[in-house]
């Protein structure tokens, strides 16, 4: 359940970013999560209700997109989705380590007033 | 109604373009101006970076940071006790212990001749950079040839965090299903090196060698493959041989040597 330690951090974050706005109110944030970021968004949703509990950002929405991961074969020169967490190569059915996406963990945008 | 300011808008969430509203004496006020801010920050950021001053430190002292990550109960400590009585006379190894409660395995360490510095990370359920920084500086000052970090005992939430090692070492034990690798993707995709513990009861358990190995293949195939026991010693000294081949080349590419499976279709080796 590091998904509270995660979205404590986050809201770090954006309680920095609304001060620095003068701000009284977090509307809404956004996240991007990738499918190999070790995150599940369903434990983030609940993690969001508890951090923000008695701040400013308690009403606030919390909005999760979703990374796919994105492999790269060098072989083929391709980048594509995998299928499963079998990272292979549609084409020449090699198996590839070469990571593009899927990783990320971001706060993109969150509004304010 | 909206939600920001109360006023009487429908079908509207948060209202962007408030009139100027009257409060209760009938003054105007003017509400509050909507700000999107657009971040693009990493949550991360925090912990890469002291990652990062951990992983500078460890290069400028020369220590091989070796983080091992597992399910609890898979032979972190015992694997790292077996390493420092068979290294004693060679290596000055340091550890960092993280459990969420008890100093027993530092205590099981010291016993051991490794100087460990135990982490209680109290509920947290995985070690971060800063954690690992703060439990460095309690260390003694040695010239540490290898410094184990050994996380909480998870094959989850340690994943995401950096410490700043050089090596990361994801530990399967025979007793814990073939499918592991399957079951935990993310984990096994980090790791750099993958040790199979506990070889020893493998026949007892019915530990299925080849489905286990081909499970790996699939998932991790960036890995190197050691089989051992820590109880026994078995297949310990190619471990070794890696991790001395990692100390002679802090600063290069992770060695893959001759005696080691590295886990690509058509170069796995059997033994």
């Known amino acids: 359940m590091h998904e509270v330690s995660l979205m404590q951090t986050t809201l770090d974050i954006v309680l920095d970013h609304a001060a620095q706005q003068g701000a009284q109110h977090i509307h809404w944030i956004k996240l991007r999560v990738g499918e190999l970021s070790g995150v599940i968004p369903e434990a983030l949703t609940l993690a969001f209700e508890i951090v923000t509990a008695g701040t400013m950002a308690a009403n606030a929405r919390l909005e999760v997109e979703t990374v796919p991961v994105m492999c790269h074969c060098s072989a083929c020169d391709l980048d594509f989705q995998p299928t499963s967490w079998v990272y292979v190569c549609p084409t020449c059915h090699q198996f590839t380590t070469d990571l593009r996406q899927g990783r990320e963990l971001e706060l993109t945008e969150m509004e304010v007033s | ?271």
């Open chain 2, 1 to 271: 109604m909206c939600e920001d300011c109360g006023c009487s808008a429908e079908s509207v969430r948060i209202h962007q373009n408030h009139d100027p509203q009257l409060n209760q004496a009938g003054t105007r006020i003017e509400a509050p101006s909507v700000h999107h801010l657009d971040l693009h920050a990493k949550i991360l950021e925090h912990n890469d970076r002291i990652a990062n001053q951990n992983r500078v430190l460890f290069q400028n002292q020369g220590w091989l940071a070796v983080n091992m990550l597992s399910s609890p109960g898979s032979g972190k400590t015992a694997l790292i006790e077996r390493l420092a009585q068979d290294q004693r006379n060679d290596w000055q190894i340091g550890a960092i212990v993280g459990d969420l409660a008890t100093d027993n395995d530092a205590h099981r360490l010291g016993h051991a001749g490794v100087s460990a510095v135990q982490i209680t990370t109290g509920t947290a359920c995985h070690l971060e950079a800063s954690m690992v920084s703060h439990a460095l500086s309690k260390l003694p000052p040695k010239p540490w040839d290898l410094l184990v970090i050994e996380n909480v005992g998870n094959l989850v939430c340690p994943a995401a965090f950096d410490l700043g090692e050089q090596i990361r070492v994801v530990i399967l034990s025979v007793t814990e299903g073939e499918d592991k690798p399957q079951k935990y993707p993310a984990m096994f995709k980090s790791a750099q090196v993958v040790l199979i513990n506990k070889t020893d009861i493998a026949e007892a358990v019915g530990w299925q060698r080849d489905l286990a190995i081909a499970n790996l293949q699939q998932i991790a195939p960036q890995a190197t493959l050691f089989e051992v026991s820590a109880r026994t010693g078995a297949g310990m000294d190619a471990w070794y041989a890696y991790l001395d081949q990692c100390r002679q080349d802090l600063n290069g590419p992770s060695p893959r040597p001759q005696n080691s499976q590295v886990l690509q279709i058509g170069r796995l080796s059997s033994n």
